[in-house]
């Protein structure tokens, strides 16, 4: 009888032994490929030396010191190598310890912000059916995953949501991708017109949606759309990048590929590459400097932020992706996975969409192709038991169509993968499809 209060109390887990390369392993020997990062967290793979090198060291040296009285040179040195990546001169960096912390921080400097520059009134922050942000109760009130959030319905935030920009879904026969990501756009407009911009505080977004969804990128001109649409209504965008930013998109920022710069950006996962807990806030400069000269103080704070040991850590982790020029094998493995995933699956009777950017790919499965009409959602469960029994780790969704029906199988693997592993991931994944009963 264990202690442990499980994420799922009656099911049986293999129990993790040990991490090397792209592959884990449980303590009765078997291996697993790490086809999807557990949850697009091990970019550098498992048991990098380099990186439990500099964790060592800095515990040795200093493992932690409240930064209510000290700050730390990995803290120091992590925020300027991110806020060089930003983009944009003076953005700052506010380390957290997970996604859900970044982005309920993100929320509070929005709110700060309006407060500072004497809008009391914007408070509302706008997002998306069908996302995902984290499950605080603030960060889960912005989410439109209707299973994550129906137990704690009484306790979120009733804001509003507009459809999210789903090309498979919701683009029509005779419209382009610029026509649709233009009118996918639009509802955040009226949305905004709706509630009126002076109650509008922030529109979040994942910039390529994740679990909820299965690695969805914008079509079109749409983040440019929205960034307007945004600057016009005096409203905040936060671009939540907490699974598709770190490289995980081929970008170190996902959105560097839409050509937009948010107000705020969230990452977590990849930056610590799973061997340290960490997250990172980051928000233009003018966001900080408001906050700063009103208040002198952001009234906000978690016991583990800007951690020593974290923040080295991460700057390992930004080490080996530069030495190593792992965002060109991101994009190079890219390639040849979505080849090898369309010879596999191009033509299968219930894969209906093959999508994403990078290593961050998902596939929609369909009980049909020509209608769309998804599959059942228990396909999910059922699609990760078989890979464990196949030794193989990817990450299924369901009620991926509406939010209550159809599934997704979402890879994010090491960006440490080469060509046998993507011919062994494909190859793994293909049993998966066929011992779950699809085909």
């Not at 032994?17 to 392993?25: D, Q, S, W």
């Not at 004497?118 to 996302?131: A, F, L, P, T």
Request: one cysteine or more; charged letters at 25%; proline letters at 4%.
């Amino acid at each position: 009888m264990s202690s442990v209060f499980y994420r799922s109390p009656n099911h049986t887990y293999p129990r993790g032994a040990r991490g090397e390369g792209v592959y884990l392993y449980d303590d009765q020997g078997k291996q697993y490929l790490d086809g999807s990062g557990g949850a697009a967290v091990t970019c550098l793979g498992h048991g990098h030396p380099d990186v439990i090198a500099a964790i060592k060291a800095q515990v040795e040296e200093l493992a932690y010191a409240h930064t209510a009285f000290f700050t730390n040179e990995p803290q120091e040195l992590l925020a300027a190598r991110l806020a060089e990546r930003f983009g944009e001169a003076g953005a700052r960096v506010y380390f957290l310890s997970g996604g859900s912390e970044a982005n309920e921080t993100a929320i509070k400097l929005a709110r700060q912000y309006w407060l500072a520059r004497g809008k009391d009134s914007k408070h509302i922050v706008i997002s998306r059916e069908q996302s995902y942000h984290g499950n605080t109760l603030g960060a889960l009130s912005l989410s439109g995953n209707p299973m994550r959030r129906e137990i704690y319905a009484p306790c979120l935030h009733d804001w509003p949501r507009i459809a999210p920009c789903y090309a498979y879904r919701h683009q029509q026969d005779d419209e382009t991708d610029d026509e649709y990501g233009q009118r996918a756009a639009q509802a955040l407009e009226d949305a905004i017109l709706e509630h009126g911009a002076d109650n509008i505080s922030a529109f979040i977004a994942e910039t390529v949606v994740g679990a909820t969804l299965g690695a969805v990128p914008p079509s079109g001109p749409y983040l440019k759309r929205i960034r307007e649409i945004c600057d016009r209504h005096d409203v905040l965008l936060i671009l939540d990048e907490v699974m598709a930013g770190s490289g995980r998109s081929g970008t170190y920022f996902a959105f560097e590929q839409d050509e937009v710069v948010p107000d705020i950006t969230t990452i977590a996962k990849g930056l610590g590459g799973g061997y340290q807990a960490i997250a990172a806030t980051i928000t233009r400069e003018f966001v900080h400097d408001a906050i700063v000269e009103r208040f002198n103080a952001f009234e906000h704070g978690h016991t583990y932020i800007g951690h020593a040991t974290a923040c080295a850590a991460g700057v390992a982790v930004l080490d080996v992706i530069n030495r190593d020029d792992l965002l060109a094998n991101v994009q190079h493995i890219s390639d040849q996975l979505f080849g090898e995933l369309k010879i596999a699956f191009g033509d299968h009777p219930n894969v209906g969409n093959i999508r994403g950017r990078g290593l961050f790919i998902g596939i929609e499965l369909v009980e049909d192709r020509e209608t769309k009409k998804p599959v059942d959602r228990a396909y999910s469960g059922r699609i990760k038991q078989a890979a464990m029994n196949t030794g193989l780790i990817i990450y299924p969704g369901g009620r991926t169509a509406d939010g209550e029906q159809g599934a997704h199988i979402l890879l994010a693997p090491p960006f440490i993968y080469d060509e046998s592993h993507v011919d062994e991931l494909v190859s793994k994944l293909q049993t998966v499809v066929k011992e779950v009963g699809l085909g």
